[in-house]
T-cell receptor
């Protein structure tokens, strides 16, 4: 079972470069999320989506864009990377209904360094 | 606004000791869900438990137990007879209900790093 797959797992960028973190899930989950994890800060929500074509901002959306053209995919775009975006990024998904609703399934994380 | 506080940043214990990780939450909702996740040194996030606000029964799963008390807005996690493999960062999380206009996003605490030494 693949679950939630994130690529790449590691990336180093220079300030001002753009890149896209990919996230795909094969569980037909309606909801998908992007979190960033920084030391001492826990996980903070960047953007989320409740279905194809619907996205919304989380707690820390600035500097990031998302889209949701299919149920499976939820890419996160950094348009002009800044050192403050150095972090570990987690994609997650969950089902909207059923007894297991609420439980997030996480990808393995993507470690991004911006120099 | 919702908030989750894990006041213990780091805890260090010796193997076989019992340890309790504290979690205090704030929400105006009457229906909500509480979660615990584990992040071992390998970095992945592992779901441990979900509890809804209507179920205040304590839960035990092997060496793990959870104490949910609405009166004190706490959802504490106890590991009995800790083992080195329990070393990880543990996150408590809260989400509002999944009906109406609510999206049910999880709000995480900052985590407690548990180190279990042999």
């Amino acid at each position: 079972n693949a679950g939630v797959t994130q690529t790449p797992k590691f990336r180093v960028l220079k300030t001002g470069q753009s890149m896209t973190l990919l996230c795909a899930q094969d569980m037909n989950h309606e909801y998908m999320y992007w979190y960033r994890q920084d030391p001492g800060m826990g996980l903070r929500l960047i953007h989320y989506s409740v279905g194809a074509g619907i996205t919304d901002q989380g707690e820390v959306p600035n500097g990031y864009n998302v889209s949701r053209s299919t149920t499976e995919d939820f890419p996160l775009r950094l348009l002009s990377a800044a050192p403050s975006q150095t972090s570990v990024y987690f994609c997650a998904s969950r089902t909207r209904q059923g007894p297991n609703t609420g439980e997030l399934f996480f990808g393995e994380g993507s470690r991004l360094t911006v120099l | 606004a919702q908030k989750v506080t894990q006041a213990q940043t780091e805890i260090s214990v010796v193997e076989k000791e019992d340890v309790t990780l504290d979690c205090v939450y704030e929400t105006r909702d009457t229906t909500y869900y509480l979660f615990w996740y584990k992040q071992p040194p390998s970095g992945e996030l592992v779901f441990l438990i979900r509890r809804n606000s209507f179920d205040e029964q304590n839960e035990i799963s092997g060496r793990y137990s959870w104490n949910f008390q609405k009166s004190t807005s706490s959802f504490n996690f106890t590991i009995t007879a800790s083992q080195v493999v329990d070393s990880a960062v543990y996150f408590c999380a809260l989400s509002e209900a999944y009906y109406g206009g609510s999206q049910g996003n999880l709000i995480f605490g900052k985590g407690t790093k548990l180190s279990v030494k042999p």
